[in-house]
Structures are given as C-alpha cells and as structure tokens.
C-alpha cells in the first residue's frame, strides 16, 4: 500500500536554529506530494507542494523542501526557525484522488 | 469569512446519541471529503464526494454516513456515537485530482 512516514514525532530546536522535518514516501510511478502546517485550534494550511518540475520546491513562511526520488523522502527545511513556527507538520502525498498523510512531527521552537 | 466553515467547533455528547457535523465552503470547489484527527495517527479519510451524486467511502467510514446536500454542503453524521469516536473532525475541498485541499478549522467531538 502507498504510505507517508514521518520519522520523527516531535522535534524541539532553539529559535533561529535550522530546520529539517523528515518524510518518506512509498516508491511509485507518479508522486504528487504535500506539506501542510496545522497550527493550535485551527486547520491544515498548505505549506507547499511538489507537483512535478525541479524537485526543490519553496513555500510560504521561508520553507522549502527537496524531492529525493532515488532516497524516496521528501524533507521540508527552514534555515531559520522562528517562535511562531511552533505547529504540527504534516507530509501527505496524493496517488489517485485522496491525500494520504503521515503521522505528523511536532515543531516545538524555543526561545 | 472562513472558505470552509464547519460546524459546531466543539461537540460533547453521550454514547447512542446521534450526531450531524456539518461543513460549507465558498471556494466553488465540487470535491469533498471529511477525516478524523486522532493524536499519534494522523489524518484519516472517511468519506469524500466528487459531486452531489457521488459518494465514496474512505479508510475508516465504518459507523459514519454522509449527505452531499449541494456543491457547497457535505455533512457527516454519526447514527449511534461511541466513545471511540471522540476526535478532531475536518472536512476539506479540492478541485481535482492530485490538487492541494483546503480545510476547515475543525469540530472537536467528545462522546462521553
């Protein structure tokens, strides 16, 4: 079965430290690939995507992440860390019509 | 406004009562779908719809149903709520195939 993995359940970092939440996806023909941020008491808010085209995709609020077919994953980073990015991270990819997500990473940012 | 508006935000209930989340959104968009939220496990599918004629079951349907009342509307119910129920429940919207989804900010549900 297609499937998202999510190695780490939570990752603590000093502000302004780098970032990198790790995903893994299940080898396929097509991948289409997300990351959402899903911050306290609210929804899941895209971050980026990788459709197809060059496999370094930026998103919103200074992220981006790498598509690595050969090592299958899909990390997101952030070279600078910020209080406010404190949230749940969700990798998700998209086989057919539905999204199937990871288990989420826990971004705890410290002062 | 919120695109996707659920509704209520928070829920309690008891066990065997029955239970309506509802979901509208604004984005014209005509897929559907609402998952469940359980800490540790991510999002779960239950059901997702392509438009008003078409309903499909996702991973975890069992014990739930749903009504795609029109483009903009898509509810969920819970015919006999069971404490194992209790979660974060999101509904969402996507154009197509392979798109991005656009969520709701949830209705949290305790079935006591």
């Known amino acids: 079965a297609q499937s998202v993995t999510q190695l780490d359940s939570q990752v603590p970092v000093f502000e302004e430290a780098p970032v990198e939440l790790r995903c893994n996806y299940s080898?396929?023909?097509?991948?289409?690939l997300f990351w959402y941020v899903q911050y306290p008491n609210q929804g899941l808010q895209l971050l980026l995507k990788?459709?197809?085209?060059?496999?370094l995709v930026k998103g919103i609020n200074g992220f981006e992440a790498e598509f690595n077919k050969s090592q299958t994953s899909f990390h997101l980073r952030k070279p600078s860390v910020h209080i406010s990015d404190t949230a749940e991270y969700f990798c998700a990819r998209s086989p057919t019509d539905k999204l199937i997500f990871g288990t989420g990473t826990r971004l705890q940012v410290f002062p | 406004d919120a695109d996707v508006t659920q509704t209520p935000r928070n829920r309690i209930t008891k066990t065997g009562k029955r239970i309506m989340l509802e979901c509208s959104q604004t984005k014209g968009h005509d897929r559907m779908y609402w998952y469940r939220q359980d800490p540790g496990l991510g999002l779960r599918l239950i059901y997702y719809s392509f438009d008003v004629k078409d309903i499909n079951k996702g991973e975890i349907s069992d014990g739930y149903s749903v009504s795609r009342q029109a483009q903009a509307k898509f509810s969920l119910s819970l015919e006999s709520a069971i404490p194992n129920q209790t979660a974060l429940y999101f509904c969402?919207?996507?154009?197509?195939?392979?798109?991005?989804?656009?969520f709701g900010d949830g209705t949290r549900l305790s079935i006591l």
């Open positions: 990788y459709l197809s085209g060059s496999t």
């Open positions: 969402a919207t996507s154009t197509g195939s392979h798109q991005p989804q656009h």
């Open positions: 080898s396929s023909v097509s991948v289409y």
